[in-house]
């Protein structure tokens, strides 16, 4: 992960960089295929039922050393999270699949489609993409969607170079903003003791009539993602920081 450095006081997290590194690289073309959703196979109805059961084996990991020790409502709220969360990829792994238009790979645990036709957008995790899922196939969605908030969600690089142009409109940039989160360690409740780690990544480029498009966000493991309100902006970040994407998280750093 890029430039963590810890702080004195609560254990702070920075990803430091005094001048932002900025690309005029374009985002990747948008095929023009649609896939068609199929039943899954045997082996992906087992692939998800094993992979509930991990999860419900976590619930129990996780909910009851903190029930033990008394964390009552912390245990309960483990299991319901995790137990339903397994219970839940085992109940609908018969469901619709499909494969992402870009790249190829698996779409599944996908939502219902919209009733009224409109495409409903669906990330694929390998080249995180978005197509738009309906009735009967999903196609790439719309590249240059803007929502209301920060909804597309991209990962974070090792050493993130920003699309030169605001991170909403792509016109020429007038200033560089903060962007951060924070997590907390909750696997250390049980010895009674809270860690609180920060993060902030700077430079974040914006023109004079916007601001707040780009949100950072945790996900399980401590790892760090951001989320756009433009999707033709994210894919030129993701253009821009080609090959600087790992699986790893910030646990353990400090």
């Known amino acids: ?35 068609p959703l199929r039943k899954p196979t045997s082996s992906e109805v087992a692939s998800k039922i094993v992979a509930g059961l991990g999860v419900l084996a976590l619930a129990v990991v996780l909910g009851g050393p903190l029930l033990y020790f008394g964390w009552t409502v912390a245990g309960i709220a483990g ?29 599944d645990n996908l939502p219902k489609p919209n009733a009224d036709g409109v495409p409903r957008p669906v990330q694929c995790r390998k080249c995180w993409e978005y197509s738009g899922l309906q009735r009967g196939f999903v196609s ?12 597309f969600r991209s990962p974070l690089a090792q050493s993130v170079v920003w699309p030169r142009g605001c991170v909403q409109r792509g016109v020429e940039p007038t200033r ?4 951060g989160t924070f997590s907390v360690n909750k696997g250390l409740l049980v ?58 998280s910030s646990s353990g750093k400090s």
Request: hydrophobic letters at 40%; proline letters at 9%; one cysteine or more.
């Open 191 to 248: 010895v009674g003791a809270v860690r609180v780690k920060t993060f902030k990544l700077p430079g974040v480029p914006y023109c004079a009539a916007h601001k707040k498009a780009v949100e950072m966000k945790t996900e399980i493991g401590n790892k760090l993602f951001l989320d756009w309100r433009s999707l033709a902006m994210m894919r030129r970040y993701m253009a821009a920081n080609r090959g600087q994407f790992v699986e790893s």
């Open 79 to 107: 299991l319901i999270f995790f137990g339903g969360g397994g219970l839940l990829v085992m109940l609908f792994s018969r469901d619709e699949v499909s494969a992402c238009p870009f790249c190829g790979a698996a779409l």
């Open 1 to 35: 992960m890029p430039g963590f450095n810890g702080n004195d006081g609560p254990p702070q997290n920075k990803l430091t960089a005094s001048v932002p590194a900025m690309s005029d690289t374009v985002a990747a073309p948008v095929p023009s295929r649609s896939v």
């Open 176 to 179: 560089f903003d903060e962007v």
């Open 140 to 151: 790439p969605y719309n590249p240059n969607a803007v929502e209301e908030r920060p909804t």
